[in-house]
């Protein structure tokens, strides 16, 4: 059985599998994700712009949402334009050193926008539950630490977990049954005893994805508790329009996600998580900016004074 070779460059190649489908289907899919790839990068490059500019959004909760969306547009840099080449491209074939530049940073990346998601719903319930002291509680320096903590620990768990992935040695054909190099096709290729690393995986997992996701259900709890305690109907509805685009967002990410990752490798389906992985990677980071652009008010009319400032008035 032939052994990966870290010495030797032809030997460290991966082969990238894609999807197997005829010339003009892979076209037809290049086409089609590379729209969403755009649509994407101007959704959230948007909402970055915007919650930078107008004056009314320089709150925390705009605050998050923007470097959330700063988070996205470079997750999906560092999966999607590889996938479109691979769309086109005869030769897939991706070095052991970039494979792994790539898990590295879609795991920091993943990682950090699954931090981020939980202290943004610690916002929303310090924003709820003690609205009086929201501005006290989540002063500037707090908000900067909760986002270097975020970014922080997911870039260092990322480190940890990508060395024990490509410390294993690999072997055959070194064929990844994926669209870029993730964790469940890169155990497949392992030519030893991989339950360490299964386990290293779960409990990663369980500190990316499990603890925030829990995290945010608990916070929720009383924020629901809070709103239910509210007299009139329509500051209810108010309330809870303003966690309802995080609260959609928060359940798209983690469910793909605990979907991929939380299982034992026995119950791996390589083809079945590709599909998944497609949606997560490229599907729903189009979804998040039209979620908040369009179930928030305050987005909508940030938009609105700055299309007229920029274009009504110099007609005008």
């Known amino acids: 059985m032939e052994t990966l070779n870290q010495n030797s460059s032809h030997e460290a190649d991966f082969l990238i599998l894609g999807f197997n489908a005829g010339e003009q289907f892979q076209i037809m899919l290049f086409a089609l994700f590379l729209l969403m790839h755009l649509i994407t990068l101007s959704g959230h490059l948007t909402i970055v712009a915007v919650t930078l500019i107008d004056p009314a959004l320089q709150t925390p909760m705009y605050f998050f949402l923007r470097n959330l969306s700063s988070i ?3 997750y999906t840099l560092a ?3 590889k996938m479109l080449t691979n769309f086109l491209a005869k030769n897939r074939k991706v070095s052991l050193i970039d494979c792994a530049t790539q898990m590295y940073f879609f795991i ?8 981020l998601l939980a202290v943004m719903s610690y916002d929303r319930y310090v924003a709820i539950c003690n609205p009086l002291r929201y501005a006290v509680v989540m002063s500037r320096n707090l908000c900067m630490q909760l986002l270097v903590m975020a970014c922080v620990s997911g870039f260092t768990i990322s480190l940890g977990l990508t060395t024990l992935i490509f410390r294993m040695p690999f072997c055959g054909s070194h064929e990844v049954n994926h669209f870029f190099c993730d964790i469940p096709p890169m155990l497949f290729l392992a ?3 991989t339950r360490v690393n299964e386990v290293a995986v779960f409990l990663v997992c369980m500190m990316i994805l499990l603890i925030p996701f829990l995290l945010i259900l608990v916070s929720y709890v009383f924020i629901a508790n809070s709103i239910f ?9 108010k309330a809870f329009s303003t966690c309802a685009a995080h609260l959609t967002v928060a359940m798209l990410h983690y469910g793909c996600a605990i979907f991929i990752y939380i299982r034992p490798k026995s119950s791996y389906s390589l083809d079945q998580d590709k599909v998944v992985s497609l949606i997560y990677t490229n599907v729903t980071p189009m979804l998040y900016p039209m979620i908040y652009s369009l179930r928030n008010k305050e987005v909508k009319g940030a938009l609105k004074r700055i299309w007229e400032r920029k274009f009504v008035s110099t007609e005008t």
């Open 79 to 81: 999966i999607v334009p």
């Open 191 to 193: 030519c030893s005893d």
């Open 108 to 115: 920091a990346l993943g990682g950090a926008e699954c931090f």
């Open 229 to 237: 305690r509210i007299r009139y109907a329509e500051d209810r509805k």
């Open 72 to 74: 996205e547009v470079c």
